[in-house]
């Protein structure tokens, strides 16, 4: 009979304690993994952005539109090997208009050149540049709705009146995790055509692929239009990024403080748990110290019994938590809220980070019981009364 057996079997002297410890644990763990994706996933699409790609938008602010006419200027400018141009429409589907998705009005010649990373069939392609009211939509969006090519859609504009038409021309598939596949794409002249005058030949923003200097090119971009009646900010796509999702900043630092909360809560609960042990258990250590186990002995006892604890929460939390945060919620999230979290997965580092902390913390749960319990003398010990 080793120690760390003698602590196992001990956490089973009281099943309905521990189980519930363990459940505590691993609620705190899933929680803890839920709120850890979340910053995660937020910051994923920044730290893989395409490092030689720039975003070019108003000065003031993002949806504020640029004059047309800024694109040739931009393609023109040394450094800048392509560029592209897009429009943040608004649409929603009539019947559904609580199911959120970002729809682009794009240039269909340049858009896919700039924006590699979105594949699509090259025949679908050829057929979309040729139908005014073509639309590519990405593989998650298409299946959520049950598109497929050559149906007819029919989407509305929070920003324009009336309902537009498309045909679905093609479905586009993506090479990188952290793009979002929940977009529609259609023609920007389409739209240019039916808007309202004071709209037309505008464009959201710019993307240019350059020759892996988009800070220095950026800079002479804007330099460019400073002396234009509309000024510009160019920033490399993992800036814009984060830039774009800036407003969720304040509410992500709060989660992180929020997972840290959870955790302390875990650590008092073990603690909590640890000492009631301890208590109930005091003379049966005035025994062992007595028939000769040093207090070094029972300080591992008591730290044996937590660290189980630790590690039993730890993996049910895990268990847990992937089909819960991962196939659920992530399915959830990946498909309503693509356009900030396109790619919502537990990543290893959270999860080992969830495992080692639930130990961890266990472990230091117990360090004042297991401090009490081999201070305490052999009479007192077996005086004591739980």
Do not use: C
């Not at 004059?67 to 589907?93: H, L, S």
């Not at 955790?263 to 603690?271: E, Q």
Request: no cysteine; proline share 4%; aromatic share 10%.
């Amino acid at each position: 009979m080793t120690l760390t057996r003698f602590a196992a079997l001990n956490l089973f002297r009281n099943p309905l304690r521990t189980a519930l410890t363990v459940a505590g644990v691993a609620v705190a763990v899933v929680a803890f993994l839920l709120l850890r994706t979340v910053i995660w996933s937020y910051n994923v699409a920044a730290d893989s952005a395409v490092p030689d790609r720039l975003v070019t938008r108003h000065k003031v602010t993002f949806i504020m539109p640029l004059p047309k006419r800024y694109i040739d200027d931009v393609r023109a400018t040394p450094g800048v090997k392509d560029a592209t141009w897009a429009n943040w429409w608004g649409g929603r589907e009539p019947n559904k208009p609580t199911e959120f998705f970002a729809t682009l009005a794009v240039d269909p010649e340049s858009y896919f050149r700039v924006i590699d990373e979105m594949v699509v069939e090259p025949a679908d392609l050829q057929a979309w540049k040729e139908d005014r009211q073509g639309a590519i939509v990405g593989d998650m969006l298409a299946q959520k709705f049950g598109w497929k090519k050559g149906d007819t859609v029919r989407l509305e504009s929070q920003f324009f009146d009336g309902l537009y038409e498309f045909r679905i021309s093609g479905i586009y598939t993506a090479t990188r995790r952290t793009v979002d596949r929940m977009t529609f794409l259609f023609h920007w002249a389409y739209l240019n055509e039916k808007a309202p005058v004071e709209a037309r030949e505008t464009i959201g923003w710019i993307m240019s692929r350059t020759n892996g200097k988009p800070t220095e090119i950026g800079r002479t971009v804007d330099a460019m239009f400073d002396v234009k009646d509309v000024q510009t900010i160019s920033q490399d796509e993992a800036t814009f990024n984060r830039s774009f999702l800036a407003g969720f900043s304040a509410i992500l630092s709060a989660i992180n403080v929020v997972s840290i909360v959870i955790l302390l809560i875990m650590m008092m609960i073990l603690g909590n748990t640890v000492a009631m042990g301890v208590r109930e258990r005091t003379a049966e250590y005035g025994v062992l110290r007595a028939i000769g186990f040093l207090p070094k002995h029972i300080v591992t006892l008591v730290v044996g019994e937590a660290a189980v604890l630790g590690v039993g929460g730890g993996v049910a939390g895990l268990l847990v938590a992937y089909p819960v945060v991962q196939l659920g919620i992530g399915r959830f999230v990946e498909e309503n809220l693509a356009g900030f979290f396109p790619y919502f997965r537990i990543s290893p580092e959270n999860a080992v980070a969830g495992f080692v902390l639930a130990l961890v913390l266990a472990a230091l749960a117990s360090v004042i019981p297991a401090w009490q319990a081999g201070r305490l003398s052999v009479v007192d010990s077996l005086r004591r009364v739980a």
